[in-house]
């Protein structure tokens, strides 16, 4: 049966929930990203190599609810098998993001140190950044965990929400590109130790 | 320059996803994950500030 003759179905109120928490996923994603170019331009702290590295797991962790939104327009796969797989990338990107921030909070761990960059609310960006994976790997574990109540249905085509929170982050994402081309250069060396 | 590719991928691995090319996106996702491990390994040739 075509996917645009499907009957609507009411959702439940888990997987409402849970479409939603997607959408907000991704929104966390982008003002992380946006609150990391103010402080690279605005507070005019330059990110280093594991700054930027820990910039790039991120976006990567919300390729995965990116990928479930995505996919809801309907696949050859079952809506389970691509909520698995949605939360599966943002799993490997977190522990990816959180082996880099880990190793950069270990470089300043001695007494004394002052830490690499400007302390947002207490804490260093990198330090921020080991919290933020510690949390997408807890949401990430908890939906898989019910991932068979909480699977989205099928849709015919994608919501105006839907399609303007993905167009925020492929905005984002294409900001980040120009920004490191320009800021960085093509060749030119950055931070090498944060 | 690893870390402009990067974010390009990164980019492409999302127009992907977007565009529902599923076994072309896990590729992606492989290499970009590659990358980002190899650059950070990369990184690993400094000694931390501390002796033990």
Not at chain 1, 65 to 93: D, H, K, M
Not at chain 1, 100 to 116: E, K, N, T, Y
Request: charged share 10%; hydrophobic share 55%.
């Amino acid at each position: 049966m075509n996917i645009s003759e499907r009957e609507p179905t009411l959702d439940s109120l888990p997987v409402r929930l849970q479409w939603c928490l997607l959408h907000l996923y991704i929104l966390g994603i982008c003002g992380i990203l946006l609150a990391a170019f103010f402080v690279q331009f605005g507070l005019g702290d330059a990110p280093c190599t594991l700054c930027l590295l820990q910039r790039c797991c991120m976006i990567l962790a919300a390729l995965g609810p990116t990928w479930i939104i995505a996919t809801a327009t309907g696949t050859s796969a079952s809506p389970l098998e691509n909520l698995s797989r949605g939360f599966g990338i943002s799993v490997i990107a977190s522990v990816l993001g959180l082996t880099i921030s880990a190793r950069q909070i270990l470089m300043h761990i001695a007494p004394g140190d002052p830490g690499f960059g400007i302390p947002i609310f207490g804490y260093h960006l990198t330090t921020w950044s080991f919290i933020i994976f510690w949390v997408i790997l807890l949401i990430s574990g908890t939906t898989l965990l019910f991932s068979r109540s909480l699977a989205p249905t099928a849709k015919s085509q994608l919501g105006r929400y839907s399609k303007a929170t993905l167009a925020l982050l492929g905005s984002l994402i294409f900001a980040n590109v120009v920004v490191v081309f320009f800021t960085h250069g093509a060749f030119a060396p950055l931070v090498q130790t944060p | 320059m690893i870390e402009c590719g990067i974010f390009i991928l990164l980019l492409l691995l999302f127009l992907a996803i977007v565009r529902q090319f599923s076994m072309f996106s896990i590729g992606l996702f492989i290499l970009c994950l590659g990358f980002i491990a190899l650059r950070f390994i990369a990184s690993i040739d400094s000694v931390p500030p501390i002796s033990l």
